[in-house]
């Protein structure tokens, strides 16, 4: 009698950076329990086994996971709900609020010297790594965003004269502080999310489990503290 093949293994990306960090304990009560090797600072490798081997793990950029998950190449992930705003796309579903990677999404200017204010000008140049974000939201302040983009660094812009204010990830706002900005306004609160391909969803009886174990976590009460 021929035997039935294993499946192969769903791919699940996560983030690196500070969200994997609270997402691990989350991860291990749905059950995703990563390989040793995944906890080793020296190991430069993107791709690892979990505990039962049903399931692998890769570790990517935050941006990176949406196209993945999006593309097919994983069937689910955890990133924040900024990554799936600024990209919008159609093949991700995002069923579960994880409750975890709290912060904001923010304006910030100048404290000092800023002549330029919402409302009195037409055009203003930004400094992101969220553009398409950024320019819808000024856009229905009646305002037309010239977006620079920018992957760090954020808070040098203003300063250098690249943009009269920048949009970025806010938690204590103690860093723009130290970089004499001030926010302004909040265009969205931000938390990780699971994030699933519609169509691995509907045709993976695995995934839509996973989905499951997550939302049961999700429905604990909470101990998350907020972000740092």
């Known amino acids: 009698?021929?035997?039935?093949?294993?499946?192969?293994?769903?791919?699940?990306?996560?983030?690196?950076?500070?969200?994997?960090d609270e997402a691990l304990p989350v991860?291990?009560?749905?059950?995703?329990?990563?390989?040793?090797?995944?906890?080793?600072?020296?190991?430069?490798?993107?791709?690892?086994?979990?505990?039962?081997?049903e399931t692998r793990i890769i570790r990517v950029r935050a941006f990176d996971v949406a196209t993945f998950v999006a593309f097919g190449a994983a069937q689910a992930g955890i990133v924040g709900s900024d990554v799936i705003e600024e990209f919008r796309y159609s093949e991700l579903y995002a069923p579960v609020d994880l409750d975890i990677g709290h912060c904001r999404l923010s304006v910030a200017e100048p404290k000092q010297g800023s002549e330029y204010k919402a409302g009195n000008a037409s055009h203003l140049r930004i400094a992101t790594k969220y553009?398409?974000?950024?320019?819808?939201?000024?856009?229905?302040?009646?305002?037309?965003?010239?977006?620079?983009?920018?992957?760090?660094a954020m808070e040098l812009a203003p300063s250098l004269g690249l943009s009269m204010r920048i949009v970025?990830?806010?938690?204590?706002?103690?860093?723009?502080?130290?970089?004499?900005?001030?926010?302004?306004d909040t265009i969205m609160?931000?938390?990780?999310?699971?994030?699933v391909n519609r169509a691995a969803l509907k045709t993976e009886p695995r995934v839509a489990a996973l989905v499951e174990r997550f939302?049961?976590?999700?429905?604990?009460?909470?101990?998350?503290?907020?972000?740092?």
């Open 27 to 53: 991860m291990a009560r749905a059950g995703l329990v990563p390989e040793s090797a995944f906890h080793d600072k020296g190991n430069r490798a993107l791709s690892f086994a979990c505990e039962g081997g």
């Open 168 to 184: 970025d990830l806010v938690s204590t706002g103690r860093t723009l502080a130290d970089n004499g900005l001030v926010e302004t």
């Open 131 to 152: 553009p398409n974000i950024t320019q819808r939201w000024f856009e229905r302040q009646g305002i037309q965003a010239e977006c620079i983009k920018l992957n760090g």
């Open 189 to 195: 609160p931000v938390s990780a999310r699971l994030i």
């Open 1 to 20: 009698m021929a035997c039935a093949l294993t499946p192969s293994p769903l791919t699940f990306a996560v983030p690196k950076g500070r969200i994997l």
């Open 215 to 228: 939302r049961a976590q999700a429905e604990r009460p909470s101990t998350s503290s907020g972000a740092a």
